[in-house]
């Protein structure tokens, strides 16, 4: 599958796009998010049961891991809205179910680097930090010693590696085999391929979707309006990097700015 290159004003546009088309629908697009906000704070809470705040952070990296294989309820969401139909609740969890067999192929991928992650950070809390109680200070807030700024940061070195290899697999994949344009191995070449031919706004993506998303998984409620928001721009930027020769495509991001 041939690509196209893309700037970092392209992602910007893509931002925009994905802007727009939250304010288009946006008590429907938070309500698909608050199902992942629901399943974060609940985790969140765990982490504080158990008197490891520490991990709180690493967790939310994980959702860097597993977070694009749950897309295409959104992606169908703005596909609905720019074929001019307005888009219903059904669709999101339509897009969902829905998914091709190849993106759940890429979530069991995504899945198992999820593990491989949790296995390691366990271990190397169990070796940091070890068995001493540790609650929040505050909600979501953990106390800076010594030992867990050291662990937080090696934490977020192994986790740097597991994101960087999950976004240049899934960063097109997905919304390619969402519409089943080509198969789960030609999809994740693909993926890989534009990822490493456009290195420097590759990265500048990966990192304002791990800023992003991190900041409001910490801060939940803003999970409401990030998480659609940056889903709508990958959708977006997915369009403009692969562009579709069908007249009857969504449109690429530059069109939804100027609508």
Same mark, same amino acid.
């Given at each position: 599958m041939h690509s196209q290159s893309f700037s970092i004003r392209d992602i910007a546009v893509a931002l925009t796009a994905g802007r727009l088309a939250f304010r288009a629908m946006p008590g429907l697009s938070a309500a698909y998010a608050a199902v992942f906000v629901v399943i974060g704070v609940v985790l969140m809470i765990a982490v504080g049961v158990l008197n490891a705040s520490p991990l709180v952070l690493p967790l939310a990296g994980g959702f860097l891991l597993v977070g694009p294989a749950f897309l295409s309820g959104f992606f169908e969401l703005f596909r609905v809205l720019r074929s001019g139909r307005p888009p219903r609740a059904i669709d999101a969890f339509r897009g969902f179910a829905g998914a091709a067999a190849g993106v759940w192929a890429v979530a069991g991928f995504c899945a198992f680097l999820f593990l491989i992650w949790i296995t390691d950070v366990g271990v190397l809390y169990a070796f940091m930090i070890g068995a001493e109680p540790l609650p929040y200070e505050l909600p979501w807030l953990i106390k800076p010693s010594q030992e867990v700024v050291a662990f937080e940061l090696? /934490? !977020? =070195?192994?986790? !740097?590696?597991? /994101? $960087? *290899? #999950? $976004?240049?697999? *899934? /960063?097109?994949? =997905?919304? %390619?085999?969402?519409?089943?344009r080509v198969g789960p191995i030609e999809a994740i070449s693909s993926s890989v391929? #534009? =990822?490493? *031919?456009?290195?420097?706004?590759? @990265? #500048?993506?990966? =990192?304002?979707?791990? /800023? !992003? #998303? @991190? %900041?409001?998984?910490l801060l939940p409620p803003l999970l409401l309006v990030v998480l659609p928001i940056l889903a709508y721009a990958s959708f977006a930027l997915y369009q403009r990097v692969f562009p579709s020769d069908d007249a009857d495509a969504p449109r690429a991001p530059g069109d939804l700015e100027a609508s």
């Open positions: 090696w /934490a !977020a =070195v192994m986790g !740097a590696i597991l /994101a $960087f *290899a #999950t $976004f240049a697999v *899934a /960063a097109f994949s =997905v919304p %390619l085999l969402y519409e089943r391929r #534009t =990822v490493f *031919a456009n290195p420097v706004p590759s @990265l #500048t993506w990966g =990192v304002v979707l791990a /800023a !992003a #998303t @991190l %900041l409001a998984i």
